[in-house]
T-cell receptor, first 112, second 116 residues
């Protein structure tokens, strides 16, 4: 079945460091890909998305590029802030179905 | 815009009991989905409701059931609770299939269920 694999956390960084969180997927067909973020005590918030190969999603300094050849959607940010500390989830879905398949999440801890 | 609201935020039950969780979708949304998020795990899809009918279902037993009302709000019911049902239950709403952005979900903050 369809699945998403994320790098295990926690990822611990100092403020202004470069961030990469790896995400790969297995799916029949060509899904849409998402990154969601979950802050403590809150629900999931959509961070960015990409709906087809080579699309780049971006938001709040975060970026991810849909790579069909490597079935990957790695999340990057050039300079993290303490306020970016949260759990990040990679997910996929197929248009018209809306069921999201999530990875297990990666916790990011950013220290001043 | 109040977004997706869920109630209760926390609750404690004992094994064998039944629980009902409630969800009000974001204004303008007509589709509601429920997810179970166990501690340290990603959310798992339970089911989705549209036009008051269950449209999709994940790999969950029949103990998990739901309902959608004419105002698009929804309930999740779990019978014969097990310890393993302890989790954060997330409700998400969206604008229905076939429309641009239909597969972008708005999540609520969740209902945390503890089964003792």
């Amino acid at each position: 079945g369809d699945s998403v694999t994320q790098m295990e956390g926690p990822v611990t960084l100092s403020e202004e460091a470069f961030l990469t969180i790896n995400c790969t997927y297995t799916a029949t067909g060509y899904p849409s890909l998402f990154w969601y973020v979950q802050y403590p005590g809150e629900g999931l918030q959509l961070l960015l998305k990409a709906t087809k190969a080579d699309d780049k999603g971006s938001n709040k300094g975060f970026e991810a590029t849909y790579r069909k050849e490597t079935t990957s959607f790695h999340l990057e940010k050039g300079s993290v802030q303490v306020s970016d500390s949260a759990v990040y989830f990679c997910a996929l879905t197929f248009t018209g179905f809306q069921k999201l398949v999530f990875g297990t999440g990666t916790r990011l801890l950013v220290s001043p | 815009d109040a977004g997706v609201t869920q109630s209760p935020t926390h609750l404690i039950k004992t094994r064998g009991q039944q629980v009902t969780l409630r969800c009000s979708p974001k204004s303008g949304h007509d589709t509601v989905s429920w997810y179970q998020q166990a501690l340290g795990q990603g959310p798992q899809f339970i089911f989705q409701y549209y036009e008051e009918e269950e449209r999709q279902r994940g790999n969950f037993p029949d103990r998990f059931s739901g309902h959608q009302f004419p105002n698009y709000s929804s309930e999740l019911n779990v019978n014969a609770l097990l310890l393993g049902d302890s989790a954060l239950y997330l409700c998400a709403s969206s604008g229905g299939t076939g429309r641009i952005g239909a597969n972008v979900l708005t999540f609520g903050a969740g209902s945390r269920l503890t089964v003792l």
